[in-house]
């Protein structure tokens, strides 16, 4: 059973599993400025690259591949330094299995008590 978290507390994905803060990924409708747009998954991302919170907006295209959760619902995104340990060692319920959305990123998508949630592994260079 997990430990009742106190408010002043660090979620148990930071203080114990050693995951980071990345994004927060908003959806949206609305085209916002300077948007980059992925093929693979029909959708436009914008605002992180200038956020200094790390927000991202998304807007989706009717037809994405995307899991429609992802398309509704905001979702927090923590980078972890083993994508694959994360996922094979924890009880974590993959909605979307790991994936290359650009060259040296993988991510994967969970899903916990109704809300998405991203990780994100980067190529570390040797």
Same mark, same amino acid.
């Given at each position: 059973?997990?430990?009742? $978290?106190?408010?002043?507390?660090?979620?148990?994905?930071?203080?114990?599993?050693?995951?980071?803060?990345?994004?927060?990924?908003?959806?949206?409708?609305?085209?916002?400025?300077?948007?980059?747009?992925?093929?693979?998954?029909?959708?436009?991302?914008?605002?992180?690259?200038?956020?200094?919170?790390?927000?991202?907006?998304? $807007?989706?295209?009717?037809?994405?591949?995307?899991?429609?959760?992802i398309q509704k619902?905001?979702?927090?995104?923590?980078?972890?330094?083993?994508?694959?340990?994360?996922?094979?060692? $924890?009880?974590?319920?993959?909605?979307?299995?790991?994936?290359?959305?650009?060259?040296?990123? $993988?991510?994967?998508?969970?899903?916990?008590?109704g809300a998405p949630?991203?990780?994100?592994?980067?190529?570390?260079?040797?």
């Amino acid at each position: 059973m997990n430990k009742i $978290r106190q408010e002043h507390e660090l979620p148990q994905a930071i203080v114990e599993w050693g995951w980071k803060y990345h994004h927060l990924g908003i959806p949206t409708n609305e085209k916002m400025p300077d948007e980059k747009y992925l093929a693979q998954f029909k959708f436009f991302h914008s605002g992180f690259p200038t956020s200094p919170f790390g927000v991202e907006w998304m $807007r989706f295209e009717k037809d994405s591949p995307i899991h429609p959760l992802i398309q509704k619902v905001p979702h927090l995104a923590f980078e972890v330094e083993d994508l694959d340990h994360e996922l094979g060692t $924890r009880n974590l319920k993959v909605i979307t299995p790991p994936n290359p959305p650009a060259e040296g990123i $993988r991510v994967a998508m969970i899903e916990h008590n109704g809300a998405p949630i991203e990780l994100i592994e980067f190529e570390k260079n040797k």
